[in-house]
């Protein structure tokens, strides 16, 4: 079974920009949800959706957006980037089916703002 | 308070056993769970426990807790150069949402 992927794996974008990552998570599992990974402030939980749905939200600012499609695709969005917004995004996803909520992460999407 | 915290560098020989450790803070039941990064990679998940047991064994690893002092410990029994590499634990906040809250990592060093 293939694990999740993330497209793209790199980019760069300018300070104003808005940028669009996506996420496809494995096979069969309905939530996904998307961390942000940075050298000073780790790794942090930035929101999880579940059949469509944002079931939960970590305390980033409006500029970051996410939604979730009928197929448990997920995109998420940041509009007017910052440099602070340069990290790692991870993407993972989890069955929920069987009460078996493990998390399953991405490569991740490596955005650089310039 | 909200941190999971775990010590930032450890440095074995090859062969040797590492210990990696990690204490956190939900005192409600809830699983814990240890992933590895390498470099220019994601989190690949390793192993996880529920916080009602005492100690879980797979191949390689041992995982240990200790709920009263709220102490999470991962072994790694005949470390091999392969095994470099962050190591992170992280938390399942079911009061939270469900999120995890991920400790800050530790580096691990495994020289030949």
């Known amino acids: 079974k293939a694990g999740v992927t993330q497209t793209p794996r790199y980019l760069i974008k300018t300070r104003g920009q808005q940028v669009t990552l996506s996420c496809s998570p494995i096979s069969g599992h309905r939530s996904v949800s998307w961390y942000q990974q940075t050298p000073g402030q780790g790794l942090q939980f930035l929101f999880e959706y579940f059949s469509e749905t944002q079931r939960n939200k970590g305390n980033f600012p409006g500029r970051f957006s996410g939604r979730q499609f009928s197929n448990s695709r997920s995109e998420m969005n940041v509009s007017t980037l910052e440099l602070g917004d340069s990290a790692l995004y991870l993407c993972a996803s989890s069955l929920e089916l069987t009460g078996d909520d493990t998390q399953y992460f991405g490569p991740g999407t490596r955005l650089t703002v310039l | 308070g909200e941190d999971v915290e775990q010590s930032l560098f450890l440095s074995v020989r090859e062969g040797d056993s590492s210990v990696i450790n990690c204490t956190y803070t939900d005192s409600s039941s809830t699983y814990l769970y240890w992933y590895k990064q390498e470099p220019g990679a994601g989190l690949q998940l390793l192993t996880y426990?529920?916080?009602?047991?005492d100690m879980k064994q797979d191949q390689r690893l041992t995982v240990l807790l200790n709920k009263k002092d709220k102490h999470l410990s991962l072994r790694i029994a005949d470390t091999q150069t392969g095994d470099s590499a962050i190591y992170f634990c992280?938390?399942?906040?079911?009061?939270?949402?469900?999120?995890?809250?991920f400790g800050q990592g530790t580096e691990l060093s495994v020289k030949p």
């Open positions: 992280a938390e399942r906040r079911y009061n939270q949402g469900g999120k995890l809250i």
């Open positions: 426990i529920f916080s009602n047991m």
